[in-house]
């Protein structure tokens, strides 16, 4: 796959993720198995170090950041303290995904 494809793809697909998992069907711990599975396949797919580095990044960083915002459900007022929570958060989640794709890429070179 294209890295400029796969790139925007871990983008999207983070972002689905984080809709899912608030609006549809994942409740509590499992949702970080499901998100560490999909985040194991996309690193699978990954071909370069730096489209792998990219998209771990991105997908982590988008994944964490559409499941909290469109998890709030505070009030207005406590906006902005969310928000510098949510930046924190999202730092935090795009290194999991870093993680999480560098394994998929593992397992790949060991599958060879």
Request: aromatic residues 18%; positive net charge; contains cysteine.
């Amino acid at each position: 796959m294209k890295s400029n494809s796969l790139i925007f793809l871990a983008s999207f697909i983070g972002l689905l993720c984080g809709f899912l998992s608030t609006h549809v069907f994942l409740i509590g711990w499992l949702n970080l198995i499901f998100w560490g599975i999909v985040g194991v396949g996309l690193g699978y797919f990954a071909t370069e170090k730096k489209t792998m580095i990219w998209s771990g990044i991105l997908y982590g960083f988008f994944l964490s950041i559409s499941f909290l915002f469109l998890g709030f459900q505070g009030m207005p007022d406590k906006l902005l303290g969310f928000t510098i929570f949510s930046l924190f958060l999202s730092i935090l989640g795009a290194g999991c995904g870093l993680i999480c794709v560098l394994i998929g890429n593992w397992i790949k070179k060991k599958l060879r």
